[in-house]
């Protein structure tokens, strides 16, 4: 970010030169990840195109799915009282009608594509282009379909406030951090009734025990922590999930994400969040994945070797949640809004009042 | 009389026009002045939507009101000439902007005005005597030249700046005229205003402020200084601004709060306000009050919400503020007790010590198999998991968020030379941290094992070396926490006063004498034990001059000082 805040980390032993060689090496990465992403646009197939209805000064969502019926009404109803005025969406392969119920709705524009999602960066090439295409000098929303931004004020104030706010003090990107929510009692059990609010489904945090680090040469962050980390991942800690994101950005056609939405080039980007503790207005991703089918999506994907870094370490962690563990315990806390994620530090309202 | 708005509009016409429309049907006068960037279409649809108000008058001449520059006092002084000819009844002018909002019926604040007829409000503030200004200029803002725009120029502007003060170039000022400085929002009657665009050196002074830095918070700030007869220095506008200079806006959750401030005007208002909006603009006589403006709420609320904005909240990390590099603002949330060693001479410790004082007493924290809760928790306050390999990925971390999510209740927690050393630094750095330790207290737990073989005498000397690096840590320069060391031998001269001193630190309120001493554990043949060791040639040193003879430890309740560090 820009303004007084926005200080640049401390680049210690690195030198003049050395930070000009790391520079010109990220600003050939962020090409390459731009090639990549131009040249995925032939993946993609158009099925309902309606970009063209997009307006100046709108808050776009982009996203990748894939067989997330279940959860997509109440994603949808979230981002649209949340002020998102179009959808733009990639279907990579769904098998349950996902597809068919997206093209159905008004303001979203679906492609599709049957090529990997590895392959392409788990998805990212394919938004890149949507992006680069779409999203110049617009507020772009990224996220998974089982990730609800909420930040302070959100019940009262849209997005369009809260792009209008950061704008006005020259921030360009806006930070979350993902807040695993679990339920009480043994994984995937219980029924998903549709049209269920996920949050009285899985209304349990962890409140605390989160780290961060600051990593260079990208200058991204790395928080982890949270409940995978304490059940799935308490022997091999390096691997727990990355729990910081950037989910939200003024867009420019030439910005790429890095790795999935927890860094962006340029990489100025990255010091807008800090993680818990930040003093700056910021946000959380409720994360819904403990939602009764993660038992059969985990066997799934353990199955299909799509995971991030390399597949086979991460089968003990599959095998466990198909254990159907129970997550909670009595330190566990109730999810009650987002001024008691305030109150707890997990996120902060900054001086947006 | 009456009171005459005067609107500067750039943005959101549509609630421009709701604003001026709501002001001229009550009865008031509106000049309103376009920004030169409204597109003309728009404009042309702005005025046709106030085309059958015979009260509302446009400026003819557009100008570029940017930020800092001239052009906004420019289009003040058209659009108050406008007024003051078009409107002959008007006796106070009150420049408004298109974001602003009035918070009270029309009437009440034209009855305000009629009551104090001779009176200017206008925030004007001397700059030999205050800092009004969030960071930027203060006094350059008079003493330099500004050619170049800030947002659209700003290397020339800084490079500008720079090159004025290397030099030492200063402006004159005007003869007579002070430099005051206040809110660009005001009210000035009709007296005033008149002779401030009427004076005879107007030019002069207009030429002056041309070159002046935002010259819209100073210009009238300054001349109303020459002419007014009675000035209220404060605005009748609600206006708050961050720590960076930036006006807050106001959302539809902020209606209680406006509503309560008793305030005339409020800016900036959300253009997507419904609410806002709908309520206020209405001259419903039952929201009169008659009450003076009290901002005071709405001061405090953004005062402490910009306080921990600039400062963050102590023992809650931020990567910019990690605590290495002592721009910290503070280590952890509160006072914690570090004990090394009581648990091997204290029979209970633990109970005794929760008992004793009420605070959350821990085993060792830092142990090598696990973090030993209170109670042995597998998982405690804030979900914190007592894997030592998730601990030991982040040790300090781990520390700051027990304290943190044990806000309230102070913690304690046993430590010695066999647990994760890494965390010393940490504690030893931290005002909030009590460490009190008995040296060479650990070799307890070896002589209760009862052998005294190679493997004993090999791990004594390894646990010796680490409590001996850990003690030259804690007898640093630099440490900030509250640190006291004894010796075994020392120790146990006067162990319930010792103790007790402790204790006294951690309990605030009226300090009692302990009622409930702890059971020492028994030492008879402990001096024995040091001895084999020594004789099998490995000198445990930390634990001091033990006595080699037998029998319990004598009770000695005799004041001793102990060795205190800080």
């Known amino acids: 970010m820009t303004g007084p805040s926005g200080a640049r980390p401390d680049l210690g032993s690195v030198g003049l030169s050395g930070r000009a060689v790391s520079a010109t090496r990220f600003r050939w990465k962020r090409r390459r990840l731009l090639w990549r992403s131009l040249r995925s646009r032939h993946d993609l197939t158009p099925i309902n195109d309606r970009t063209a209805t997009i307006a100046r000064d709108q808050v776009l969502c982009f996203a990748t799915m894939r067989n997330e019926g279940q959860r997509l009404p109440h994603f949808l109803t979230h981002y649209r009282a949340l002020g998102v005025s179009h959808f733009l969406i990639v279907d990579n392969a769904s098998t349950d009608g996902t597809a068919g119920l997206l093209a159905a709705q008004p303001d979203v524009s679906l492609w599709s594509t049957d090529a990997s999602y590895k392959g392409a960066r788990f998805g990212l090439d394919w938004l890149t282009w949507l992006q680069m295409r779409y999203g110049h000098a617009r507020w772009c929303l990224t996220v998974d379909a089982d990730e609800l931004l909420i930040y302070p004020h959100w019940k009262s104030r849209d997005l369009r406030a809260l792009t209008g706010w950061l704008q006005a003090r020259g921030v360009e990107a806006f930070g979350a951090l993902m807040i695993e929510l679990y339920p009480q009692g043994p994984l995937g059990s219980g029924p998903w009734p549709p049209e269920a609010d996920p949050l009285s489904m899985l209304p349990w945090f962890d409140a605390n025990g989160y780290r961060a680090v600051r990593q260079m040469p990208a200058w991204n962050l790395w928080v982890q922590g949270g409940v995978r980390d304490r059940v799935f991942f308490a022997d091999t800690p390096r691997q727990a999930p990355t729990l910081n994101k950037l989910p939200l950005v003024r867009w420019n056609r030439r910005y790429a994400y890095m790795n999935s939405t927890h860094s962006v080039l340029p990489r100025r980007l990255n010091l807008a969040y800090d993680g818990p503790g930040d003093k700056r207005c910021c946000g959380a991703l409720l994360h819904t994945k403990f939602l009764p089918t993660v038992v059969e999506k985990s066997a799934e994907e353990k199955h299909r070797r799509q995971h991030f870094g390399a597949p086979e370490r991460f089968d003990a962690y599959y095998d466990r949640i198909i254990e159907r563990p129970d997550l909670w315990n009595e330190h566990s806390r109730l999810f009650r809004g987002w001024e008691q994620l305030v109150s707890l530090g997990l996120m902060s309202a900054g001086e947006w009042h | ?566």
Not at chain 2, 343 to 357: C, H, I, Q, R, V
Request: hydrophobic letters at 40%; proline letters at 5%; charged letters at 25%.
């Open chain 2, 1 to 566: 009389m009456s009171v005459g708005f005067i609107m500067l509009v750039h943005t959101a016409l549509d609630r421009a026009a709701q604003v001026a429309r709501h002001w001229a049907t009550s009865g008031c006068p509106v000049v309103i002045h376009a920004d030169r960037t409204v597109e003309d279409d728009a404009f042309s649809d702005f005025c046709a939507s106030l085309a059958d108000l015979d009260n509302v008058r446009f400026s003819q001449a557009r100008r570029r009101c940017e930020w800092g520059t001239w052009g906004i006092v420019g289009a003040t002084i058209d659009a108050a000439e406008l007024m003051l000819d078009a409107f002959p009844k008007v006796g106070h002018v009150y420049l408004a902007s298109g974001s602003c909002l009035p918070l009270r019926p029309v009437p009440e604040l034209a009855a305000y005005l009629a009551e104090r007829p001779r009176t200017d409000f206008i925030e004007s503030v001397t700059i030999e005597d205050v800092a009004w200004s969030k960071g930027g200029f203060d006094h350059e803002r008079f003493s330099l030249r500004f050619p170049f725009s800030f947002k659209r120029h700003r290397l020339l502007f800084d490079r500008f700046v720079d090159l004025q003060r290397r030099l030492g170039l200063t402006r004159r000022l005007p003869d007579g005229m002070v430099p005051h400085l206040g809110s660009q929002w005001w009210c000035l009657t009709r007296r005033t205003l008149t002779a401030i665009l009427k004076d005879d050196r107007r030019a002069e002074y207009d030429r002056f402020f041309k070159r002046v830095w935002i010259p819209d918070e100073s210009y009238f700030q300054s001349l109303v200084r020459l002419h007014a007869k009675r000035i209220e220095s404060r605005s009748l506008t609600l206006s708050k601004f961050d720590h960076q200079g930036k006006p807050h806006t106001f959302y539809d959750d902020h209606l209680q709060l406006l509503r309560r401030s008793d305030c005339f005007v409020a800016r900036k208002i959300w253009p997507r306000a419904d609410k806002l909006y709908s309520s206020f603009l209405s001259n419903d006589p039952k929201v009169t009050k008659n009450a003076e403006p009290n901002p005071g709420k709405i001061d405090r609320l953004f005062a402490s919400a910009a306080d921990i904005r600039v400062r963050g909240r102590s023992g809650l990390y931020m990567q910019s503020r990690f605590p290495l590099n002592d721009r910290d603002n503070g280590r952890s949330t509160g006072p914690y007790s570090v004990f090394e060693g009581f648990s091997d001479l204290f029979e209970g410790f633990e109970t005794w010590l929760n008992k004793a004082t009420g605070c959350r007493v821990h085993g060792h924290l830092y142990g090598p198999d696990r973090a030993e809760f209170a109670g042995r928790e597998p998982v405690y306050n804030g979900c914190l998991s007592d894997s030592a390999k998730l601990r030991d990925y982040n040790p300090c971390g781990f520390l700051t968020n027990l304290v943190w999510s044990t806000r309230g209740e102070r913690q304690c927690f046993m430590f010695g030379p066999q647990d994760n050393q890494y965390p010393t630094d940490f504690m030893v750095g931290d005002p909030n941290a009590q460490i009190s330790v008995i040296t060479g207290a650990w070799a307890i737990g070896l002589y209760r094992t009862n052998i005294t073989s190679e493997v004993i005498r090999k791990e004594a000397a390894r646990l010796q070396r680490i409590e001996q690096a850990h003690v030259a840590i804690l007898r640093a320069h630099w440490a900030k926490a509250r640190i006291r060391i004894w010796t075994l031998a020392e120790f146990i001269e006067s162990p319930m006063d010792n103790t007790q001193e402790i204790l006294n630190e951690i309990s605030l309120g009226p300090t009692r004498r302990l009622t409930e001493a702890p059971r020492l554990t028994d030492l008879s043949g402990f001096g024995q034990f040091l001895q084999q060791l020594k004789n099998e040639g490995m000198n445990l040193h930390m634990a001091g001059d033990f006595p080699t003879g037998t029998g319990a430890t004598p009770m000695n309740m005799v004041q001793k000082r102990p060795y205190l560090v800080k």
